[in-house]
């Protein structure tokens, strides 16, 4: 009985905890995965493995040895968009989800021939964005033709897919980046409701088989 309330315990951590959980990354940018100031570039967190992202803001830069505080958010800050923030839209979501899952159609894993896709990519996350124009590229296009149009591709993403944007601050507390990272879905207070209760029902009917066999 303590072994099953052991694990209701570990399971209910888990559902909820992001995939980083770094308080500070350093980034590098690898030869071959990237083109111009965008494109694919290496996240070291302070804790947990490496991981590619993109850049959410056009007119923000990082640097590529420093460290880097982090904030774990649902929107871009500061940059083009101000303090009230710019939330992440669902087509880029789907995007970063699709390549860190090393699925996205279209998009070269290789090198050489990654940094071409990386800055096809990293286009049309800015575009969607709101950062820059229409690329007209496979990706951007993949976005709309998934969401059924550009304004839906648009929208916020609303925690649909598993992806979430690191605010990046230099530690001297001034703005640096956004970047995106995948974190795990994290179920609505409903949902935590119905699984602990669906858990400790099972606790409950175990007890009173065990009780019935030890009788």
Not at 134 to 155: H, L, Q, R
Not at 170 to 176: D, I, M, V, Y
Request: glycine residues 12%; charged residues 15%.
């Amino acid at each position: 009985m303590k072994k099953l309330f052991f694990l209701v315990s570990i399971l209910m951590v888990l559902v909820v905890t992001p995939n980083i959980q770094a308080t500070t990354v350093t980034v590098n940018r690898v030869a071959g995965y990237f083109s111009g100031n965008g494109g694919e570039f290496s996240v070291f967190p302070s804790t947990g493995p490496n991981f590619q992202s993109f850049c959410m803001e056009l007119s923000e830069f990082i640097s590529f040895g420093p460290t880097y505080n982090v904030v774990f958010n649902d929107r871009a800050i500061n940059g083009s968009v101000g303090p009230v923030g710019d939330p992440l839209s669902v087509g880029v979501a789907w995007l970063y989800n699709e390549f860190r899952l090393g699925v996205l159609a279209g998009y070269d894993y290789t090198v050489p021939g990654r940094d071409v896709s990386a800055g096809m990519l990293q286009d049309a996350i800015w575009w969607l964005e709101g950062e820059a124009g229409d690329p007209a590229n496979v990706f951007g296009n993949a976005a709309v033709t998934k969401f059924g149009s550009v304004a839906n591709a648009m929208a916020n993403n609303n925690g649909q897919y598993p992806v979430a944007i690191l605010n990046l601050n230099n530690l001297n507390g001034t703005r640096a980046q956004d970047i995106l990272a995948a974190v795990s879905p994290i179920p609505e207070p409903a949902t935590m409701l119905l699984l602990g209760s669906g858990l400790i029902g099972l606790g409950v009917f175990t007890r009173r088989r065990y009780k019935r066999y030890k009788k």
